[in-house]
């Protein structure tokens, strides 16, 4: 079977496009997440604090406040292990990661074609460097992936969509 090296080119923008896009995503999205499990943390806890401080004397404040409190301490935990910001990071990298070798696959388009079509080893470097990306890369939701491919230029709409 015989490639035409702007078909192969072109199958990375796809794949490469869709993907950055999608990690883009996720990671905003998982942002959202930590910063709303830590945010929440706080003002329950402040909450607790507070109702503890001017309720001393009432056992159904004191009631209120300790629920409160565990409430914020089980939101404390899932921030922690389910490491929302480590995660976005990870997605943020990934789409890094992509983003740089978009670019080089653009100059590598400027070459003129008589070279671009002698460099076989040139193509098979960046097929396993984008195989490697995506083999390093934190999982996608397949319904991110799914919306995307409907709807591939309004990233930001997605994630409004998807919280």
Excluded at 138 to 145: A, D, G, H, S, V
Aim: charged share 20%; glycine share 4%; aromatic share 6%.
């Amino acid at each position: 079977m015989t490639y035409r090296p702007q078909d192969l080119i072109n199958d990375w923008y796809a794949s490469i496009d869709i993907k950055q896009k999608a990690h883009r995503v996720a990671s905003l999205r998982l942002n959202v997440y930590h910063h709303a499990l830590g945010i929440s943390t706080i003002l329950l806890g402040l909450t607790a604090a507070a109702i503890l401080l001017v309720g001393m004397e009432n056992s159904q404040l004191r009631l209120i406040a300790g629920s409160l409190a565990l409430f914020a301490a089980t939101l404390c935990g899932i921030q922690t292990f389910y490491s929302h910001a480590k995660r976005s990071a990870l997605h943020s990298a990934t789409a890094s990661q992509l983003g740089q070798l978009r670019r080089e696959i653009e100059e590598l388009e400027k070459l003129p074609p008589k070279y671009l079509k002698a460099q076989t080893e040139i193509f098979v470097q960046m097929g396993q460097r984008l195989e490697t990306i995506d083999q390093t890369a934190p999982p996608l939701k397949k319904e991110i992936i799914r919306q995307l491919r409907a709807r591939p230029e309004a990233p930001n709409i997605l994630l409004k969509e998807l919280m």
